[in-house]
């Protein structure tokens, strides 16, 4: 099973400043990585798939990058509705077989 | 607009089971599968596993072979996940998304289902 370990668990920022969140995989994933948001009683939203590829209605403030086993999920200026959790997960596997990060909760500074 | 509408909450005695239901909308069911993952109260999320909307293939997680039973019913665009021999720590929200070989775009809104005695 492929293990993905993200850090920091919690990261607290200002609104305007920049967050940079990561991921890392225990063996390469090529770029078959997603990042999540998921507020408080909500289901997960896709933000970015391929490591790098903004999902539909995503704003460009929102940026990934990497590939292998590093990733880095970053926002460039923080908008109040964009503290909540952060997951990134891995599908790299047939037959599908997939797995989350831990969560990093991005809180206000 | 593409949308996954799940059936409601449910109160389950221990060592029952729990079938929850994830109607598909807007797209062509049979070109995607379908995963479901559940998230613990306070948790991260778990997937469970996937179904091909297409031939019914499934993969499920290691850890719930033999307890999950993922089913899908093409005439009504509808996905299943039935869960047997229930204990407290199934307790969670379950959610099904759609999922090809990728990322999981929508999700539905989910399920809360609550083993208590």
């Known amino acids: 099973e492929i293990v993905m370990t993200q850090s920091p668990a919690t990261l607290s920022v200002s609104p305007g400043e920049r967050a940079t969140l990561s991921c890392r995989a225990s063996q390469s994933v090529s770029s078959n990585l997603a990042w999540y948001q998921q507020k408080p009683g909500q289901a997960p939203r896709l933000l970015i798939y391929?490591?790098?590829t903004r999902a539909t209605g995503i704003p460009a403030r929102f940026s990934g990058s990497g590939s292998g086993t590093e990733f880095t999920l970053t926002i460039s200026s923080l908008q109040s509705e964009d503290f909540a959790v952060y997951y990134c997960q891995q599908y790299n596997n047939w037959p599908p077989e997939y797995t989350f990060g831990q969560g990093t909760k991005l809180e206000i500074k | 607009q593409v949308q996954l509408v799940q059936s409601g909450a449910e109160v389950k005695k221990p060592g029952a089971s729990v079938k929850v239901s994830c109607k598909a909308s807007?797209?062509?069911?049979?070109?995607?599968?379908i995963s479901w993952v559940r998230q613990a109260p306070g948790q991260g999320l778990e997937w469970m596993g996937w179904i091909s909307a297409y031939n019914g293939n499934t993969n499920y997680a290691q850890k719930l072979q033999g307890r999950v039973t993922m089913t899908t019913d093409t005439s009504t665009s509808t996905a299943y996940m039935e869960l047997r021999s229930l204990r407290s720590d199934d307790t969670a929200v379950y959610y099904c998304?759609?999922?090809?070989?990728?990322?999981?775009?929508?999700w539905g809104q989910g399920t809360l289902v609550t083993v208590s005695s």
């Open positions: 391929g490591a790098s």
């Open positions: 807007g797209y062509t069911f049979t070109s995607y599968g």
């Open positions: 998304a759609r999922a090809k070989i990728g990322p999981f775009d929508p």
